[in-house]
């Protein structure tokens, strides 16, 4: 099954695309990078993955445009190739990118890890593997994105009723008592005519895909009036008439009928893109808080540390009292402690914020549940260096990035929509015809007469044609102005959407080749200013022999100051480092599949459709694919 779905996926590639390219299958030519998406439960890059039914091309035009809309991607990719050859690393950036790794130490790689908040409850230790299965399972923003590809999905539905078989009846009672103004129409003196009888019409009627409407009829009455013409006096009626009408013109075609259930599929799949566009966004935003929950920890160990060193200086000369120190001095002393410890207070504020952000956006309830007062983040941040291709960057981007799938069946929906409203301009012109078999009995037997219209007599048929077209047809051409304008308008949109996703992906490939030379720069000023403030520890004899006690202090202030703010621009460009690698994915929309997440669809308990989010490892299998394709 797996190999029969790549060789269609390759057909339907051009022979123009480069080799590369077709490994990474972008746009027209959807060939999955991890190719056990196309037969595994839990594949979440393929819309068929959730939706029962999806959009395959039909006709030639629509096969006609998505070969012209590959072939948008292959032009497009190629002047992306051309832009992008012009860039190049500078000499500095690329000398700390070669510098090697960033070695863990303990003053923001361990220590973080303990309890750092007064507060009531169990604290637990997350790593963010798990923060995402929580997320996946209890955000109820995520609930709300994942009902939207089910929602669209019942159009697909909808639109196939028209053709479903309709079963009908309809019964009627009349009763006459109308002045008569001859005696032809009763044949006696009585000034009234009275009719008194019943109908009753049951039968099944069906549109077709070529726009033929079928319907079979079986009549049944009795009536009876006081007309001396009308002979027998109470008859008994039964009526079997087929009705077929075919239109030639307007709304002829099974192309034409066909048409709206073709849009309900790009509909639905163009609601599941949306899904995936919006759960990559909150899981980028989840990533995001993660790590500024870390860096606010880390930054909040490090006040505390700096507060504690403030607070020994502070003590050391005010033990001097005036013997080598003035009032101004241990003022300043003083004045700088309580600024950091102010520093100290905000820092906690914002690791209680980025907790409380957190726990929004997981909606986990064991938050609640079992009391839980601090959550510490238990995955350190990664401090080796990452290299991307771009130009693979690029054609993943092109092949998974949800809104480029978005605009693509965006512009076949407005494509096909215009299709409609140019056959909506032709007259209608449609040829009817009837055929049927009736009987009648008299003293009102009409089950008598149902049976003898199956013996009894000739069938009665006829045809004809019936032709009409509004004069101007201004409605009509207006209808097809409309669409033709927004097929330009969504094929506009698409090349503005490429253009938008390839600035993104330049923007966070950039942001991933400079955010680790600076995390590296930052690292080196950091342990910098660390040596600077032991060289100073070191000589504090030789520094209060020739400068004074209370200037080796203020010297010692000045110190950690700059140590700690080096620290804390290290941890700020750490962090910044780690979510550009994650939002890099989500800039190519690859970001559900590097994690190993997967989409069931399974049954609330009221029978509804329900999305289920999983995340797990990565099958061997999987993983091969994705390496060989990367």
Known sequence: MKNRHLQIALAKCPKALPAFLIGFGFTGCQVPKDLSVLNEPHAVRLPSSLIGETYEPKSKAEESLDANIANEAEVFLGEAASSQAQEKVSSVAGSFANSGTISRESWWAGDISRPVLATTGKTVQMGLDEIYQRALAHSSQIKVFAALPLIRETAIDEAKGEFDPEIYTQNRYDRTHEPTGSVLETGNDDDYFKEKGWTSETGIRKRFMPGTQVSLAQELSQVSNNSEFFSPDDQGRSKLKLSVMQPLLRGAGTKYNRTLIQIAKLDAEAGYDEFIRQLETHLMEVNRTYWSLYLARAAFVEKKRLVKDTESVVSELDSRGNLDSIASQRSRARSALATRKADLIRSELAIKNAESRLRTLVNDPIFVDQQIGEVIPGDL???????????????????????????????????????????????????????GISALRGEGDWSGAYGDQYDDGEPTWGVGLVASMPWGRKSAKARHLRTELEARQKKDQLRSTMDTVLLEVQIAHREVTTAWPDTKAKWEASSAAEQELAMLRDRRDVESAESGTSLYLEKLLDAQDRRAIAREEFLRALVVYNS????????????????????????????????QLVKQEATNQAVSNYEIQK
């Open 580 to 611: 550009s690698l994650t939002n890099l994915e989500r800039a190519k929309g690859t970001l559900l599949q590097q994690e190993g997440i997967g989409v069931e669809r399974v049954e609330d308990d009221a029978s509804l459709p329900l999305v």
């Open 381 to 435: 941040p990664i401090t080796s260096p990452v290299v991307p291709e771009f130009s693979h960057a690029v054609a993943e981007a092109l092949a998974f990035r949800p809104e480029i799938k978005q605009a693509e069946n965006h512009l076949r929906a407005a494509d096909l929509r215009e299709y409609m409203a140019n056959n909506e301009k032709l007259p209608n012109l449609n040829v009817i015809g009837e055929v």
